[in-house]
């Protein structure tokens, strides 16, 4: 048998598949860690929990498949995107990794929004101007802690540590460079004006490498102790969010890839590096020649636990005691409300947001509320809120790739055949529910593949991808849909000018 | 002994209060009748039902009081205002008495208000363009009963009806005639653009009285029933919102009466008849001398059912198996949540409003939502809520009568120490509740008295109401409400555009 392994780094755990070359899955793995938030708007986690993780995840699927010598034929990665870590003259971690979630550079980048130089930064380098890009964040640790950024040899990232543990080299791909708002997208190269902006040379930054480039010669000890022989090679591999889209077969043109699982996020693929004259979308490398371009969002699943703690508190109670998921409870009162919520309308952003208006003094909203609301009428206005946002993403998405020609969602909210029917509904597209089981596992996994040559095309993941439902649009609910979006999306216009107000309020005066 | 009948003709019931002449209670009765909703928007009294009512608590109070021969010194009138009953030539009525809740007439107010017309008469009558007063009822009932309209012989009110049956004549006093639309307050005279506008003529109209002109006469039939002798007077009085001001004591300049129950109000009596430019208060008199002037608000106590109906469920339950109120145990509730619900806001419009926005599309809205706020902070934000809105219609009353000097707050609100708190704390002012029973009754007796020269002046109130509670605005809660009503009123401004347009989506949809 060959087998090829796909390794995910995620926020609070990594996952490793092993797969037989037509993607079945073999054995799978998980270990998780510790995210640090020591202070306020910190997310950290320290890098040598993940590398750990990452050899206890390599070495229990090697061994759970029992994997004969020779029949591994590549290891592949994703990886979060927006993680850094500092290195120092020794190649010892000056920091933690600091995680996309970490809040701390937010003053750094409505500065840079502010002041006109973000729009210039993004337009060549296609990240966003968030507090999540390691160019706030270096900007951030140069103007606050200055000793740190002297003391600086190397600004990496969290893939770029374990191949540097693994390897003894310094290397990044496109992928994840195309995320640190430092890389220019057109050119394949690090950026000038924002290594100028930060005051640090190419250097102080890893070699660019494509994301199907490999290496082989794995540090012996390592080798041991998981049974990899040096010839191995490990394809450096891509970023989690675009990996994702090739594991749930939405690599085509046209086909949208739509995740809510605690946050979510609208992505497609194009076969060119594209921006947003807003600034509002992302353009990531998924390959040279395929580039993911999309919006993330705050608020997902995340908005419907609020739901369940802060306004279910006593069916929460009454669930446990019969052991249900309180969330099938909800979702079967939810399904009971007419499409619509009988004209009440949600904004859901209660973490701030990304994109579509990338505030993150952004705050929640019910509007619309007669007596004859009730909080079922809330619980199905949230879930709508939720999807409601996504549309507008894919809105700003259609400006720049296009009209897209079908849906594959993924993540906890697809679970749900009341939520997966919302979302055909209000983006009027067949929605397909992709069979998905770690699906960044086996992007990096098909992405091995195609580096290593065992397939000619990513699209041969069609074959590796089973379909579990499809959901055509409700005429009827449609409609319903297509009279409020437009004053869901004025009343988005008319709040956004009172979000800082109570933002600052919030800031000063809650505990 | 000596007494005086105060009785008030309301929505639900006819109250009836017997005094001593220092306004102690001697006794007193109430009785109920239906209220006629046989379509949407309708909202009737069969007149019959109020005048034995009318009959049975007059009846009931002398024979609890034991009031004999010669000791019932008179008997005077508070009444809902805007009622609508239309007679026909032989003195029967042609139609249901027509309440002020009745909102059929929606269409011709709108439309008086979109042409201009509404704006002059209101600078004329004082009263608000709105469904309730029977301006827009004419106006709708000669455009859709027609045949109803040609048929009648005189327009008049419920307290009109009442002393119509009891004396056979059409007479109304200047405060019912003030909350008419019809009613010129600087003249005292039907207005004629108004009737020109209906083209009905002052024929058509009752003959006008002062609130402290008497009667004498009553038809023998009923004096025998309430043994009542002939020259008992009857005063006229006034509507129950005037009188209730005069009820609670608060009748001098600057002392503003906050009425909190289903509903709520906020009045001051002034000297002289005003109109505010943006005609969003009312302007209606007490006597010749005194004027109130205020603004209504649907959504008082209305919202807080709607908060325990249909956000708080299973804890109405727990506490009705627990014998204790709901309210209460919101109330305790509310009160652990900080000044200012940790920045969530609540518009209260769940039932469209009257003052201080006169928007029957307005809707109800949360804004400010995080994920750290829970049913708590909704249950006080719908309190604050509550408050804001009257205290904006306190601004609106500044702008035209000046700077309150105090507070007189009455209604179910009044109850809770935490609310009456809040009042204090919104407004800046201190909040006096004064011992308030029946006010209306009281007002309607003490106009009573002093019509029939038993005292000198009004302000003789004084001695007859107690004073239950003070309270005092609390500096610090204060602090925080002056940071968040800035937001709360630019929010009004920028949701109002949005109003229409839910409105009608709900009401196309909504079953």
Redesign the interface.
């Known amino acids: 048998m060959e087998y090829m392994i796909g390794v995910d780094i995620g926020t609070t755990s990594t996952k490793s598949v092993l797969y037989d070359m037509k993607g079945k899955v073999i054995a799978h793995a998980n270990s998780g860690y510790q995210l640090y938030q020591d202070v306020p708007d910190m997310a950290e986690e320290d890098p040598e929990d993940i590398f750990d993780a990452v050899i206890e995840v390599l070495g229990q699927v090697i061994r759970k498949g029992k994997v004969q010598k020779g029949e591994l034929k590549g290891v592949s990665f994703s990886s979060a995107m927006h993680s850094l870590i500092l290195m120092d003259q020794d190649d010892q971690p000056l920091t933690r990794a600091i995680t996309w979630a970490d809040n701390r550079a937010a003053k750094y980048s409505e500065e840079l929004k502010a002041n006109g130089i973000g729009a210039e930064i993004y337009a060549k380098t296609g990240t966003p101007i968030h507090p999540m890009a390691p160019l706030s964040k270096i900007l951030w640790i140069k103007n606050e802690k200055p000793d740190l950024f002297k003391k600086t040899k190397k600004f990496i990232d969290l893939k770029t540590y374990i191949f540097f543990r693994l390897f003894g080299t310094y290397k990044m791909e496109y992928s994840i460079a195309s995320a640190t708002g430092m890389f220019n997208i057109f050119k394949l190269k690090w950026e000038p004006q924002a290594l100028d902006l930060l005051g640090i040379t190419t250097d102080q930054l890893p070699e660019l490498v494509e994301p199907t480039d490999t290496i082989t010669g794995i540090n012996s000890n390592y080798g041991k102790v998981l049974g990899i022989t040096k010839d191995v090679p490990f394809v450096f591999g891509a970023s989690d969010g675009v990996l994702s889209n090739l594991g749930v077969n939405a690599i085509d043109p046209g086909v949208v890839a739509v995740t809510i699982g605690t946050s979510g996020a609208v992505r497609v693929v194009v076969d060119k590096p594209v921006v947003d004259p807003n600034g509002r979308l992302f353009c990531y490398a998924l390959t040279k020649d395929k580039w993911v371009v999309g919006g993330p969002v705050n608020n997902g699943g995340?908005v419907f636990r609020?739901v369940k703690d802060?306004?279910f508190?006593?069916?929460k109670i009454t669930a446990e005691q019969m052991q249900v998921s309180t969330y099938d409870i909800l979702t079967q009162i939810a399904e009971k409300i007419?499409a619509?919520s009988?004209?009440l309308?949600f904004h859901p952003y209660?973490?701030g947001e990304r994109a579509p208006i990338w505030d993150a003094y952004a705050?929640?909203?019910?509007?619309?509320?007669?007596?004859?609301?009730?909080?079922a009428h809330?619980v199905r206005a949230a879930l709508e809120g939720i999807v409601y946002n996504l549309y507008i993403v894919m809105l700003t998405i259609e400006g720049v790739a296009g009209k897209p020609k079908s849906i594959q969602a993924t993540g906890g909210f697809a679970r749900s055949a009341l939520w997966r029917q919302m979302l055909a509904d209000i983006f009027e597209q067949d929605v397909t529910i992709p069979e998905s089981f770690e699906s960044s596992c086996l992007g990096a996994a098909v992405l091995g593949m195609y580096a290593l040559g065992y397939i000619d095309d990513l699209s041969a993941v069609k074959d590796m991808v089973g379909v579990t439902d499809v959901h055509k649009p409700n005429e009827e609910n449609f409609q319903?849909y297509r009279?409020?979006l437009?004053?869901w999306i004025?009343?988005s216009r008319?709040?956004e000018?009172?979000y800082k107000?109570?933002?600052e309020?919030?800031k000063k005066?809650?505990k």
């Open positions: 995340i609020w802060q306004l508190a006593p069916e007419p619509g009988d004209g309308l209660l973490g705050r929640g909203s019910f509007f619309g509320l007669t007596r004859k609301h009730t909080r809330m319903v009279e409020l437009p004053i004025r009343l008319v709040l000018p009172e107000s109570i933002a309020f919030q005066h809650v």
